[in-house]
Each structure stands twice: as C-alpha cells, then as structure tokens.
C-alpha cells in the first residue's frame, strides 16, 4: 500500500513537473496513442520524430531515470579523456516538449490487449507501442563481480556504466604493474568495440603517461572465436594487438571471481584461475525483465522479435522495435539507432494511417574505435557484414580522425541531431565524398 501510494505522488508530481497533465490520463492510468517504452538513445529519438507529426500529447514515454545518459562517453571517462559530468543530461531536457513522460517503470507487457503494466501498478493503454529498453548488465550472472566492482581496492572495474567508468579511470592510474586482464563475454550486448577501446588506452596511458608497460603483461581474454566480427577490421586490430604485446586468448569466458583471481572457462568447459591486478570486465548483458517475461514479443534469448528490415514487430502489427533489445542481427550501437529511428518512426506513422510499412533498415552499424589516445580505426558494415565506408579512405587503418569524431563530433550529433531526432546516420554525406562506399 505504501508503495502504490509513494508511486502514485511520484506520477503526479511527474506529470506537474515535466509536462503538461496528459490528456490521456486515466483514473488508474493512462491512455495514449503511441507508447515509447524506454527514453534512452532510441526511445528519445523516436519520440521527437513523431512529436513532429503527430499532436504530442498523443505520446507517452514511459521511463524511470532521472538522467539521460551518453554511453559512448563512459570510455572517455575511464580514459580520463572527459569528466564525468559529461555523459549525463536530465531526462527532462531531452524529451521532446509536449510528450507526456510518465516517471514509473514498465513492468508487464499485455500485447493482446495494448496494454504495459508499470511497476507503481498502473495501466498504460496505447494504440501503438515502441519498445526501446536497452539491453542491462548482467553482473551477478558473475560471481563475486559486482562485490569486487563495490569495492573500491579490488582493481576491478568495467566502463559499461557511469559510476564504474569513474572507478575504472581510478583502477588505470593506480595501476603499478604485474596482470592487466580485460574480458569479453560470449554473449553479444552492445557496442562490442568498447571492450578493447579502453584496453588500447589503458595500455597507451601506461606505456606514455606511467612509463610502467614493461612491468604489466596485458591478455584480452575473449568468450568468442574472433577479435572483431568483420574480417577486414580483424585484420588491423591483429596487427594493433602484435604490435602493443597484448596476449589474446579466444573462447575464454569470464565466469566467476573468488579469492582474488578470475576464473576462466574455455570451450570445453575447462576452468582456470588466473590472478591480476587489474581487471576490465565486460559483464553479459540481456534485455531487461519484463521484456524477456513477455513470451510472445521475444525470441529464447528475450529480445523483441521484429523484422529485420521495417522492425515492425513479427505477430504484432502495432508493435515497433528500436535499438539494443530487438533481435535485428546487427552491431548493437547508438550508430545503428540512428539509422533504426528513422526507419521506424517512419513506418509507425504509416501504420498509423492504416498503410504498409515501406522503409527498410539496411543493417547500418559502426564502431569507432581509439587505438590509442592519438589514434584509431573506424568500422562501419551493414548486415551479412558487409563493408559501408563513409570516408573516402581505408578506414581500417589507423588514423587521427577517429580521436576528433569521438571527442567532438559524436556527442554533438548525439545530443543535438539523434535525440531530437534530425539525424538519420550518415548515408547523405557519404553519397557527398564517397559515393562508392568501399
Ligand atoms: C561503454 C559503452 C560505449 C559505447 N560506445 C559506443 C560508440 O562508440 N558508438 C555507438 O554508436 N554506440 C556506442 N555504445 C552503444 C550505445 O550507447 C547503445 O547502443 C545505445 O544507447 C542503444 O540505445 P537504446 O535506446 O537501445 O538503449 P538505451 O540508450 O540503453 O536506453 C534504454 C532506456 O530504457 C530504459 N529502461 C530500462 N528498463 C526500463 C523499463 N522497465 N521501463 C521503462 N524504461 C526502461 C532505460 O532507463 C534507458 O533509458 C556504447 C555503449 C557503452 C555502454
């Protein structure tokens, strides 16, 4: 009772706060005709696109942070590269104006019946519905993992969330040799590039900055078979990895940490204890709870079935998809949820109007990766990993322009163009400079 009560305060005054009170607002819930389920990278996006079209008080973003954040830049963070303030904005300032935000969680999703439970208990009905949830960290899949994140001497730290990518910064400077491990696990979650990017600055800071490379030895220990999913970039990061001594170990998965060492399982399921000093995780990730609760929106693994092409979802025509928790086979980005945002809004809105979905999502996915803090490569593939370079250069190789990209270029688009929903990925100034896109 006292939570239904502290839940419903925290909706009105939500509504007060940040918006006008929706007209869809029922007694014990709300009505809307287009539901966004998630206000991250996706959701926001999505919603200011169709803000424009549509009346917005007819949308409703159902989602429970105070902030938003930028999750790119938790790698510049743990690289001491930017501060931490620099990945967060209120949530508020980033929802387009006039949509009804409803601060509460979903917490059941009732297709058959258009209707998402929130956890303060109450009923959304909606017309259409976009589930933009993200994927989560799956710490305590790891034993001993979040304890030693905790904790703040354990040399344990990953930059797949603000207030770790702090600790890591912490964990890189302090760092006075011996074992440097950074992880990757077997399951697929997003940006997959990260994992590395922060091992080639953590081992360029030792190597520059500390002048202690020669008393660390580095492995990159992988759940997977390769080093990057699309050959070409494979090919470079390979060179990257020989040139910096850094041992690469395949299907080896991080699985448990006790008693200060970090425990391995290789394909055959054999296990091995390794010590260290200093240890990156990149923890598994799924989609969240009550996505994955929903058997008949989600595949085994719990991510929205949609098609790959119009992310409409594949039993539900009134259903759309966006981002991280959807089953499309591509690179999990922020780079993808452009291309993704603008393919869906537009498709929703036909639904809308009674018409087929039309446009259809190529795959588009990019990973900008810092070699070091002077260099890096940028890959950029479609689906069936196929090569779609915007610049006019092989981007495979080690350049400068990756380093401005992702310190300046990035996060202005991110925050002024993708969230308010005007940037629909590259393809325009690729066909400008390089109309071939080899
Ligand atoms: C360390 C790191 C580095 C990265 N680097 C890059 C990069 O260089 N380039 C790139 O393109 N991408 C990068 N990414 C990936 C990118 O940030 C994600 O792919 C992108 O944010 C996905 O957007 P999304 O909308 O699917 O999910 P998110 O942006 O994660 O948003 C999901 C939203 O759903 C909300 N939510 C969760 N549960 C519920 C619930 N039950 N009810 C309602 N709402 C809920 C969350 O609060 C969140 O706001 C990086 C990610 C990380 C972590």
Known sequence: ????????????????????????????????????????????????????????????????????????????????????????????????????????????????????????????????????????????????????????????????????SVKTWCCIRNFRGGHAIFT????????????????????????????????????????????????????????????????????????????GKAVFEDGNGTKISLPYNFLHVTPPMSPPCCLKACQSLVNEAGFLTVDQHTLQHTTFP???????????????????VAVQSAVVSRNLLSCIEGKPPQYKYNGYSACPMMTSYNTGIISEFLYDKKICETFPFDQSKEGRLVVYLNKYVFPYLYWNRLLKGKYDGPANIRRLINPLGK
């Open 1 to 164: 009772m006292g939570l239904n009560l502290q839940c419903l305060n925290r909706s009105v005054k939500s509504i007060r706060r940040y918006g006008k009170v929706c007209r869809a607002c029922l007694n014990d819930g709300y009505r809307c005709k287009v539901l966004v389920v998630g206000g991250g990278a996706g959701g926001c996006s999505v919603a200011s696109r169709l803000a424009r079209r549509m009346e917005p008080d007819d949308i409703i973003v159902l989602e429970p942070s105070r902030l938003h954040y930028y999750q790119p830049m938790f790698a510049l963070i743990a690289a001491g590269i930017r501060p931490s303030m620099k990945s967060h904005r209120p949530m508020k300032s980033v929802l387009p104006k006039g949509v009804c935000w409803v601060r509460d969680q979903a917490q059941e999703f009732d297709p058959c019946n258009n209707i998402v439970i929130t956890k303060c208990g109450k009923k959304i009905e909606y017309d259409f519905l976009l589930v933009a949830l993200g994927v989560k960290n799956d710490y305590d899949k790891i034993p001993g993992l979040r304890h030693a994140l905790n904790y703040p001497y354990s040399g344990v730290c990953t930059i797949y969330s603000d207030a770790y």
């Open 318 to 336: 009134n259903v759309f998809g966006v981002g991280d928790c959807t089953d499309t086979p591509n690179s999990k980005t922020a780079a993808a």
């Open 184 to 259: 990757f696990p077997k399951t697929t979650g997003k940006c997959p590039g990260a994992a590395q990017k922060i091992m080639y600055l953590a081992d360029d800071y030792w190597r520059q900055e500390i002048k202690m490379r020669s008393m660390a030895n580095i492995t990159y220990n992988t759940g997977g078979p390769v080093l990057f999913g699309i050959e070409k970039y494979a090919k470079e990061l390979h060179r990257v990895v020989k040139s910096r001594c850094i041992a690469v170990n395949y299907c080896t998965d991080l699985v448990a940490l006790d008693d």
